[in-house]
């Protein structure tokens, strides 16, 4: 069901979403146009090519604008290349949001240099590298707003999760520091971080025996998961001049977990 977002007033911005064929960048992308953006929509080269071109048509049946560009987010390279095809088609660049990520389930004891690599690549490198392209754009043309997705794990432990951890940890606080490097140039960096959510990609995990049953009703005051709508509201209110002199700041969208 279309939400109606258009008191957010992002009528015509243009907005980048990485990891946007699934799950919460799905869900992102499709609250962004409902709320009137048009949008790049960033996915990897490998797999789900069906899903990325569905939630393409669904914005275009909204009257937006949508562009799909292949990217490896691991890759800086390609990133630039994401942000320059954003400028290319529509002339300028107004948000980004960088949803893409990577964690195997690994303890510390057993992690290997590749999956380390890979985490690290995916989920922190990628995101400053995505960063400082779109800023790049940005600053000459007199703002815009950058929205990292983070995640509980940055800020509470969790076993199996180490190098993953470090890596949001990395990105609540890389984007700290960009704020301050850049808020004076009217660009916003923010992070929203859930708690797992319920998508495909976590469909394992969420069905272990038990695990649903102790997360609900031990680890979130909330009682139930996070559904990938649920953090659309919080994304697009850090898109827009509602939220003018936020910079930042971390939202924990996470149903309450890390308040033990």
């Not at 076993?159 to 990395?170: D, E, F």
């Amino acid at each position: 069901m279309q939400k109606d977002y258009s008191s957010f007033g992002l009528k015509d911005k243009i907005a980048i979403v990485t990891g946007a064929s699934q799950g919460i960048g799905r869900a992102i992308a499709l609250g962004l146009a409902q709320a009137g953006a048009h949008l790049v929509l960033a996915k990897h080269p490998q797999g789900r090519q069906d899903e990325i071109q569905q939630v393409k048509a669904e914005i275009e049946k909204l009257g937006r604008r949508a562009i799909v560009v292949m990217t490896d987010v691991g890759d800086a390279a390609q990133v630039r290349a994401m942000v320059e095809a954003a400028q290319t088609t529509f002339g300028r660049l107004d948000i980004l949001i960088n949803n893409a990520g990577w964690t195997g389930n690994t303890m510390a004891i057993d992690v290997t240099e590749e999956e380390y690599d890979k985490t690290m690549d995916s989920s922190l490198r990628s995101v400053f590298f995505a960063c400082q392209a779109a800023a790049r754009v940005m600053i000459p043309q007199g703002g815009g707003s950058i929205v990292n997705i983070g995640s509980n794990f940055g800020v509470v432990a969790f076993k199996s999760r180490s190098v993953y951890a470090a890596a949001k940890a990395g990105v609540h606080h890389l984007s700290r520091a960009l704020s301050l490097e850049w808020a004076g140039q009217g660009v916003r960096v923010n992070v929203v971080a859930p708690s797992i959510t319920e998508t495909a990609s976590r469909k394992v995990i969420l069905e272990r025996p038990g695990y649903k049953e102790w997360a609900t009703q031990t680890m979130l005051p909330v009682g139930r998961w996070n559904q990938p709508d649920d953090l659309v509201g919080s994304v697009l209110f850090l898109c827009s001049d509602l939220s003018a002199t936020i910079v930042g700041q971390l939202v924990m969208g996470d149903g309450g977990w890390t308040l033990h």
